[in-house]
C-alpha cells in the first residue's frame, strides 16, 4: 500500500463544512477498512468514522452521527471524511487509516488497534 495522505483541513466557521481526504501516494488503498481518528492535545486519538470494503458498511462515533459521512472507493484510492455543521468540539488534528483486520456485523473499525497504516494528519479547527 501506498503512504496515506490526508488533505482538506483547515479553519472553518461554526455550523460551517469541511470535506477531507485520503489517499495512497504511490500506492492502493489495501485492506479491509478505511477509517478517520482525531486527536487533540494531551488526549489520545479518538474514533470518528470507517468505512468497511466489505459490503460498504460505514460505523460512526456517536458525536458526529448525523453530521459527519465517510465515502469512497477503494478502486478510487481515496477516501473522504465529509464533515457539516462543525462544532468547536470538533477542532483537531484528523488521521485516515488503513485495517487489513477483517470485521463484519456492529461495533466494528472504531479501535486504534484494528488499523496497521496511518496518515500524517491534517488540522480542522472550528472558530466560534
Known amino acids: 500500500q501506498g503512504r496515506l495522505v490526508e488533505s482538506g483541513g483547515g479553519l472553518v466557521q461554526v455550523g460551517g463544512s469541511l470535506r477531507l481526504s485520503c489517499s495512497a501516494s504511490?500506492?492502493?488503498?489495501?485492506?479491509?477498512?478505511m477509517g478517520w481518528f482525531r486527536q487533540v492535545p494531551g488526549k489520545g486519538r479518538q474514533f470518528v468514522g470507517a468505512?468497511?470494503?466489505?459490503?460498504?458498511?460505514?460505523y460512526y462515533a456517536d458525536s458526529v452521527k448525523g453530521r459527519f459521512t465517510v465515502s469512497g472507493d477503494n478502486a478510487e484510492n481515496t477516501v473522504y471524511l465529509q464533515m457539516n455543521s462543525l462544532k468547536p468540539e470538533d477542532t483537531a488534528v484528523y488521521y485516515c487509516?488503513?485495517?487489513?483486520?477483517?470485521?463484519?456485523?456492529?461495533?466494528?473499525?472504531?479501535?486504534?488497534?484494528?488499523?496497521?497504516?496511518w496518515g500524517q494528519g491534517t488540522q480542522v479547527t472550528v472558530s466560534s
Open positions: 504511490g500506492g492502493t488503498i489495501d485492506g479491509n477498512a
Open positions: 487509516a488503513s485495517a487489513s483486520y477483517l470485521c463484519l456485523g456492529s461495533g466494528c473499525y472504531d479501535a486504534e488497534y484494528e488499523y496497521d497504516s
Open positions: 468505512i468497511s470494503w466489505n459490503g460498504g458498511a460505514r
